[in-house]
Each structure stands twice: as structure tokens, then as C-alpha cells.
């Protein structure tokens, strides 16, 4: 089930909070402290030995699934399937499990055809020694993070008079202050604010009357309103993080209906994009009469991302198209390529570099510039299992996890 090739001792080296006064590391939710798939990590190795970087440990029992892992309080989170139910899990920084706890049945329970695509999807959310995970079939649960004592439940589905999506809920929960943020696609609610402390409703949009999109919500500020930014099966938009009342909304959505990536905010601009040859777009924000007008500023087809994320940093964006277009570094303002190159899945960024995790197993070392792709190191991730490398890679504390299926990896990639 576990196996370690470094000593406890030097591993703890790594925790959030280190007796050698390491500065705390922690990557509590989907996508980091911001949202935005950065981390704040210095001290990287810049390249890898032929073979790859040490591989510290290797966790096994996750189950099925394609969620990420949450770091915070000196513990590992992440979800699994087994026996077609889901699991919320963590792990302490040396891999052992410390707790698991059901949180209902998995999506492929009610699927006669869900074997290639079964597993958890979204990243579960710590804040303030609380963890929060929304299942695939709509199970919003929040745990007590240092023992998984379950201290509150919603069934998003019933409650909201939502459908199953027909990949199941995929998103992961966002944190708003004292509330939380989900987006159940339902009647009585599409998005949805709760009071994180006790799953008690604040307020429910029911403008919005299409399919969820599989992607996280995000925040962003704009002309002095809050806006919660997400995307639908056919559209990208924002509602007033107050109120839940719709702000705006562009169209943008491919021929399969599921659009998986976040969008992103910057400088009065968000960008959006989704897979199937749907590609990308850029939408200008203007406040206008007391509301806000959105404007699109350009789109194109060079990057469909299918669900690998997309990264944003010094004024260029960093993914990959879907099938066979390859990864891309586009200009942001204006969607025109800078490079690309072969491949496809997901990645993250840290101390100046793209990690970027092959679908297949290949994991690249690749240097964050516009000027051309340069990969200066690789490896293969042994399998974890059947299917696909989904999931999205993090750096925290010294560490590269990669998790495909039912096991999790951590490399430690510090500088000596």
C-alpha cells in the first residue's frame, strides 16, 4: 500500500510547518491559494537527471479517479472511487494514509457505460482546518481536516432540483470569505452560496437554464463589483458574488457540451476556452449604466483546451489544444501563437518553469518563455492504474505530485 525510499527525517523537512523554519507551503485547493495554477515555490531544480528527480514516495489505495491533491495543515487531500463509491482522503506528508471517508455513491453507479471515464473529479478545498468536496453525484460535504469527522451534508442534486451531468459534477469548491460557491445546474439553483460553517443557503441563481460545464468557478473584481466567473455547456459568464444575480454572459461552448476548463481574469479581460474545435476567446469588460458590458475582443481555434487548464503569466498563455494540436503559447491580448509544440494534457507552473504532464505519462520539464518551447527534461510516471494521466500536477514544498489513478507520487525537486 505505501512505500518509502527517503527517511522520515528528511521528509519532514518538506512539511507546511518545518522545524528547520521552512517557510509554510500549502496548496489548499484546486489550483493554489489563488486559483490561477501558480505556485510561489523557489529553489527548483531548472533540470532533471536522465531518469527524472527522486521519487520520495509512492501512495497507493487512492481508487479511481482523475482529482488533484489539496496540501494544508500538514496533510495531502484528495478523492477516490472504490466499489462505485466515493472517497475523500488524506494522507500525511510521508504518504500514509490517516483517514478516509465516504462521501456517497460514485458517478459510475448509476452508468452501464462509465468504465473508461469512471473515478473522482474534483479536488477537495481546506480552509480553516475544514475540508470541503462536492462528489460526483452531487454530495457537498464539509469534514472536520484533521480527522474526517463529517459535520455537515447537502445533496446538491435534491435539493436544488438538479439532473446528473453526464459526466457527473466535476467542479471543485470554491471559498468566498464566510461563504462557499457550487454549481449544482438545477432549478431552484444553478449557482449556488452557502455559509461555509454550516451548508446553510445564502442565495441560488435560477436565470441560467443550461448544462454545467465541468469547469471551477473563480473570482475576480471588477469596476468595484465581485463577480464569481465560470463557464456553462454553451457559455462563459459571472454573477454578483453578493447577490448570485447574472452580471453577464457570452456565448462559447463546443458540440460535446462539456466545457472543463476555468476561465481567467486579468487587467478587465477574462479569457475562456474549451475543447471539441471550439478554442478560445478573449472578452473585454466595460461598466457601463450601473452594469457591466462584455465584449469580445477576439477568438480562435488555435487552443481547444480539452480540461489540462490553462496558465497565465506576463501577458502570454500557456496549454494545450485538444486531439493532436499540441501545446501552445498564445498571446493574450491579441490570441496570436508564439509556439507550439506535439503533445497534450495538463499542467502547472512554478519557479520559472511549465511542468507539463503528458496524458500518456511523460512528464516535461519546460522553460515559461514566449520566445520558443524549450523542454529541458522529461520522464515517464509509472502507471498507476488503467486510463489516462488526468489529473493536474502540483509543486508544494520542494515537491512534485503527479497522481494518476489509484496512486500518487512525490518527487522532490528542491535545488541542492
Known amino acids: 500500500m505505501h512505500n518509502r525510499t527517503l527517511p522520515i527525517i528528511l521528509i519532514g523537512v518538506l512539511a507546511c510547518t518545518s522545524a528547520f523554519g521552512q517557510p509554510k507551503a500549502e496548496w489548499p485547493c484546486f489550483h493554489g491559494p489563488k486559483r490561477d495554477n501558480?505556485?510561489?515555490?523557489?529553489?527548483?531544480?531548472?533540470?532533471?537527471?536522465?531518469?527524472?528527480?527522486?521519487?520520495?514516495w509512492t501512495a497507493s489505495g487512492l481508487g479511481k479517479g482523475y482529482s488533484s491533491v489539496g496540501i494544508a495543515g500538514g496533510l495531502i487531500y484528495t478523492a477516490g472511487t472504490r466499489e462505485k463509491q466515493t472517497y475523500v482522503i488524506a494522507l500525511d506528508l510521508d504518504g500514509r494514509e490517516k483517514w478516509r471517508k465516504l462521501n456517497g455513491p460514485s458517478w459510475e453507479a448509476t452508468r452501464r457505460h462509465a468504465v473508461g471515464y469512471a473515478g473522482s473529479r474534483g479536488t477537495p478545498t481546506w480552509d480553516e482546518d475544514r475540508l470541503y468536496h462536492v462528489s460526483e453525484r452531487g454530495h457537498l460535504t464539509a469534514f472536520e481536516a484533521a480527522t474526517g469527522r463529517q459535520l455537515w451534508r447537502v445533496d446538491l442534486f435534491k435539493t436544488y432540483d438538479a439532473p446528473v451531468p453526464k459526466y457527473g459534477i466535476a467542479e471543485s469548491v470554491l471559498i468566498d470569505g464566510d461563504r462557499l460557491i457550487v454549481c449544482p445546474g438545477g432549478k431552484k439553483g444553478y449557482m449556488v452560496c452557502l455559509e461555509k460553517k454550516t451548508g446553510k443557503p445564502v442565495w441560488a441563481n435560477t436565470e441560467i437554464r443550461e448544462g454545467v460545464g465541468y469547469c471551477s468557478p473563480v473570482i475576480a473584481t471588477f469596476a468595484g463589483t465581485r463577480q464569481i466567473l465560470s463557464m456553462s455547456e454553451a457559455s462563459v459568464f459571472a454573477v454578483d458574488a453578493a447577490t448570485g444575480k447574472r452580471l453577464w454572459h457570452v456565448a462559447h461552448g463546443n458540440r460535446r457540451r462539456n466545457s472543463c476548463t476555468d476561465p481567467i481574469f486579468h487587467n478587465g479581460h477574462v479569457f475562456a476556452t474549451t475543447g471539441y474545435g471550439a478554442g478560445s476567446i478573449l472578452i473585454r469588460l466595460e461598466a457601463v449604466d450601473?452594469?457591466?458590458?462584455?465584449?469580445?475582443?477576439?477568438?480562435?481555434?488555435?487552443?481547444?483546451?480539452?480540461h489540462g487548464g490553462v496558465v497565465l503569466l506576463d501577458g502570454h498563455l500557456y496549454g494545450a489544444g485538444h486531439n493532436a494540436k499540441g501545446w501552445f503559447c498564445l498571446d493574450f491580448m491579441t490570441g496570436k501563437q508564439a509556439w507550439n509544440a506535439p503533445g497534450k494534457g495538463a499542467l502547472t507552473w512554478a519557479d520559472g518553469m511549465l511542468y507539463c504532464l503528458e496524458e500518456r505519462g511523460t512528464m516535461k520539464l519546460v522553460e515559461a518563455t514566449p520566445k520558443a518551447y524549450r523542454e529541458v527534461s522529461s520522464f515517464v510516471v509509472p502507471s498507476g492504474g488503467p486510463g489516462l494521466r488526468w489529473a493536474h500536477p502540483v509543486v508544494c514544498g520542494g515537491r512534485l505530485y503527479i497522481r494518476h489513478a489509484d496512486k500518487l507520487y512525490a518527487y522532490d525537486i528542491r535545488a541542492k
Open 38 to 56: 501558480k505556485s510561489t515555490e523557489t529553489g527548483l531544480l531548472k533540470q532533471w537527471p536522465e531518469d527524472g528527480p527522486k521519487l520520495l
Open 290 to 306: 450601473g452594469g457591466i458590458r462584455a465584449e469580445t475582443v477576439w477568438s480562435g481555434k488555435l487552443m481547444d483546451n480539452h
